[in-house]
């Protein structure tokens, strides 16, 4: 039974686009930590092998010779609603779509097929998914042990780049990861903060929850009202205090227009459901100590 | 990428056969003059890709030729928002029974789209939202069902519309269609009225276009108006770098747009003004050396943060990168540096060796020392 989005050793991944450079990389990476690849797919180089694996042309051919889990993709934009209906036609569980500007109304088909379907989506423009000492999807250091290391406090983040700083503080504070979930910078995307928290609540191996945030949007309001009925700790911290308003910082999802989706109103939405927001990354550290058994502290 | 309101009505719902008043797009004080003497009595008003240009003064009644030069002399040359007003539209004035509220738009949160009507135009969809909440219609689609004039006249059902009903479901199908074929963010007509002789008009259109569908929409994407930038910003952006100036002295280079939202967070956060947003996150992680030299040409920046967290981006590279610029260019200005995660080995041997110092434990602590430094 697949736990995805938290993603297990035991989840068997294909990988779209594994012949290209990127692919070839964090293909080789993610195999590193024992995450289990088990083919890749390239239409114009199908029937060959590839680092030992197996080509396809398409998922479609995949799931026809062996079971497949989850599906990670390294396809340009333009490319991506295709590869995605693929997926989702072929029945894979889940999917995990890492390019940036892909075009909202291919995802909009993407999204539509999905639900009929029942295929889970993380992403557009997510790094990926880590579980340390198990498996990683996508493009974060997850071979990295100085930023991942095993342990029981979730981290879900909407950037690779602050997730991997977010990580890499709480391994140097003594608190191991259970799961990273990088649920990806745009604004419409296919598992939400609150979905990723609800998975966390869920998982028995996970005993707090930092959840990093940005302005623009909901999902951190959203998260909040979900956070006051857990029983288990969150800390977040969100990013773009200081972002002028009305300005694209990069993230399409990191816009802040009217009083929706600031600062202000996610802080004070997460601080009434009992959420601690750090001032700073490394305040992320202090605060789960404060909320945290020692229990949950990786043996020295 | 917004289009200007007279780009949006021709490029955008005049296609789709929907209904538009005589109006002309004017540079100069002349033109306005020239087109109001074809139109008759008109309305002028800047071309700005923002809201509220009412309340700024950027739109203004001409009952004659004489009076709409006079408006557009007012008008053309103001800055609204931010937006310098480069041309007015004259258009027809027209004798209204109605004013109506209607826009197709994404809803990220249900993950599909979002047809909206009201039949309270005229005011901010806020507003509207507001004040009169069971005047406003939504309607959600999926791009598998599509949105047909079945779906239209359902969502109209019970509005009190008279012998307008159909000619408004009509409109509301043609705009998702636009909506779809022109990768829309978002399009607007408030308001959408009604005219004395029975009609359905646009009197106003706004367009967003998705940014990311820029390259297959290349005559939308030319016509947009640009967003409000200054020089560097737009040398940044040449290079396909996102750059936003702002007041400080604290200037950042990070990787990644939340790593680089949250260094300029902490400066603030811990007594500072940060001088601006760069990030070169993502491809752009091969961008180090361009992205450094747009920072050194910001003569108002004290002292530098760089602060790298490499998943994808590798931080060797773009060490490489700010090393080799630095050598070039020589600066005299404080830098401090935090790197950590993807070849950040070899990254803080590159900063060792050329710069002679030990990046920062923590992004918090290089922070410190740079505001400390562009005191």
């Known amino acids: 039974m697949s736990t995805f989005p938290i993603i297990r050793r035991s989840d068997r991944i294909v990988v779209i686009g594994m012949t290209g450079g990127q692919g070839t990389f964090w293909t080789e990476r993610m195999r590193e930590v024992g995450t289990q690849i088990v083919a890749g797919v390239n239409p114009k180089r199908a029937g060959e092998t590839h680092l030992g694996l197996p080509v396809f042309a398409s998922v479609n051919a995949v799931v026809r010779s062996m079971q497949a889990d989850v599906a990670v993709m390294f396809v340009p934009p333009a490319g991506v609603r295709d590869a995605a209906?693929?997926?989702?036609?072929?029945?894979?569980?889940?999917?995990?779509?890492?390019?940036?500007?892909?075009?909202?109304?291919?995802?909009?088909?993407?999204?539509?097929a999905s639900d009929a379907r029942g295929c889970?989506?993380?992403?557009?423009?997510?790094?990926?998914?880590?579980?340390?000492?198990?498996?990683?999807?996508?493009?974060?250091?997850?071979?990295?042990?100085?930023?991942?290391?095993?342990?029981?406090?979730?981290?879900?983040?909407?950037?690779?780049?602050?997730?991997?700083?977010?990580?890499?503080?709480?391994?140097?504070?003594?608190?191991?990861?259970?799961?990273?979930?990088?649920?990806?910078?745009?604004?419409?995307?296919?598992?939400?903060?609150?979905?990723?928290?609800?998975?966390?609540?869920?998982?028995?191996?996970?005993?707090?929850?930092?959840?990093?945030?940005?302005?623009?949007?909901?999902?951190?309001?959203?998260?909040?009202?979900?956070?006051?009925?857990?029983?288990?700790?969150?800390?977040?911290?969100?990013?773009?205090?200081?972002?002028?308003?009305?300005?694209?910082?990069?993230?399409?999802?990191?816009?802040?227009a009217g009083s929706g989706g600031s600062y202000p109103s996610k802080r004070a939405a997460l601080e009434a459901a009992d959420v601690a927001v750090a001032d700073t990354p490394h305040g992320i550290v202090g605060a789960l100590a404060a909320r945290l058994p020692a229990l949950a502290k990786m043996p020295a | 990428m917004n289009l200007l309101e007279y780009d949006a009505k021709r490029l955008v719902l005049a296609p789709a056969n929907i209904r538009l008043l005589d109006g002309a797009l004017c540079h100069t004080v002349a033109e306005a003059a020239a087109a109001a003497e074809?139109?008759?009595?008109?309305?002028?008003?800047?071309?700005?890709?923002?809201?509220?240009?009412?309340?700024?003064?950027?739109?203004?009644?001409?009952?004659?030729?004489?009076?709409?030069?006079?408006?557009?002399?007012?008008?053309?040359?103001?800055?609204?928002?931010?937006?310098?007003?480069?041309?007015?539209?004259?258009?027809?004035?027209?004798?209204?029974?109605?004013?109506?509220?209607?826009?197709?738009?994404?809803?990220p949160r249900e993950r599909c789209s979002l047809v909206l009507f009201s039949t309270e135009g005229g005011m901010d969809i806020e507003e509207i939202a507001e004040s009169r909440p069971e005047m406003l219609r939504k309607h959600w689609v999926r791009t598998i069902d599509?949105?047909?004039?079945?779906?239209?006249?359902?969502?109209?059902?019970?509005?009190?519309?008279?012998?307008?009903?159909?000619?408004?479901?009509?409109?509301?199908?043609?705009?998702?269609?636009?909506?779809?074929?022109?990768?829309?963010?978002?399009?607007?007509?408030?308001?959408?009225?009604?005219?004395?002789?029975?009609?359905?008009?646009?009197?106003?259109?706004?367009?967003?276009?998705?940014?990311?569908?820029?390259?297959?929409?290349?005559?939308?994407?030319?016509?947009?108006?640009?967003?409000?930038?200054?020089?560097?910003?737009?040398?940044?952006?040449?290079?396909?770098?996102?750059?936003?100036?702002?007041?400080?002295?604290?200037?950042?280079?990070?990787?990644?747009?939340?790593?680089?939202?949250?260094?300029?967070?902490?400066?603030?956060?811990?007594?500072?003004?940060?001088?601006?947003?760069?990030?070169?996150?993502?491809?752009?992680?091969?961008?180090?050396?361009p992205a450094l030299e747009l920072l050194l040409a910001k003569p108002e920046i004290r002292a530098l943060v760089v602060n790298f967290c490499g998943a994808f981006a590798r931080t060797d590279v773009m060490a490489r990168g700010v090393v080799e610029a630095w050598q070039r260019l020589e600066p005299d200005l404080p830098v401090f540096f935090s790197v950590h995660g993807t070849g950040s080995d070899e990254a803080v041997a590159l900063v060792r060796d050329a710069f002679g110092i030990e990046p920062f434990d923590l992004m918090e602590d290089a922070v410190r020392a740079a505001i400390e430094a562009a005191q």
């Open chain 1, 85 to 112: 209906l693929d997926v989702i036609d072929a029945g894979v569980g889940g999917l995990v779509m890492l390019t940036e500007h892909v075009p909202a109304h291919d995802m909009l088909d993407v999204f539509s």
């Open chain 1, 120 to 256: 889970r989506i993380v992403g557009p423009n997510t790094a990926g998914l880590v579980t340390p000492g198990e498996a990683f999807v996508g493009i974060m250091p997850g071979h990295n042990n100085k930023v991942f290391s095993p342990g029981r406090v979730g981290v879900i983040s909407r950037s690779g780049s602050l997730g991997t700083l977010v990580c890499l503080n709480l391994t140097r504070g003594g608190f191991g990861q259970s799961s990273f979930i990088g649920i990806g910078g745009d604004p419409m995307i296919g598992t939400t903060s609150l979905d990723a928290l609800i998975a966390l609540d869920r998982d028995e191996r996970t005993d707090a929850v930092v959840l990093v945030g940005e302005i623009g949007g909901t999902m951190e309001e959203e998260a909040a009202d979900y956070a006051r009925t857990m029983g288990k700790p969150v800390v977040a911290f969100i990013a773009g205090r200081a972002a002028p308003p009305g300005r694209k910082m990069g993230h399409a999802g990191a816009i802040v």
């Open chain 2, 146 to 289: 599509q949105f047909d004039e079945a779906d239209a006249m359902e969502m109209l059902d019970g509005l009190a519309l008279g012998t307008a009903h159909a000619e408004i479901a009509r409109i509301l199908v043609a705009m998702y269609r636009r909506y779809r074929e022109t990768d829309a963010e978002l399009i607007e007509i408030n308001p959408l009225v009604q005219l004395a002789d029975g009609n359905i008009a646009a009197l106003d259109c706004k367009f967003v276009l998705d940014d990311g569908a820029a390259y297959r929409q290349s005559a939308l994407a030319a016509a947009a108006a640009p967003d409000p930038s200054t020089s560097l910003e737009r040398r940044a952006s040449e290079v396909g770098l996102k750059f936003i100036e702002l007041d400080g002295p604290v200037g950042i280079l990070a990787n990644g747009a939340g790593l680089t939202m949250t260094t300029m967070d902490v400066v603030s956060v811990l007594g500072g003004k940060p001088a601006n947003f760069l990030e070169i996150g993502g491809d752009a992680y091969t961008k180090a050396e």
């Open chain 2, 38 to 107: 074809r139109i008759g009595p008109c309305v002028v008003k800047a071309q700005v890709p923002t809201g509220k240009r009412g309340k700024a003064g950027g739109i203004r009644l001409a009952a004659t030729p004489a009076e709409a030069r006079d408006a557009a002399e007012r008008i053309l040359g103001m800055n609204i928002a931010g937006h310098p007003v480069a041309s007015v539209m004259i258009e027809a004035q027209a004798a209204i029974i109605h004013e109506y509220y209607a826009a197709v738009l994404h809803a």
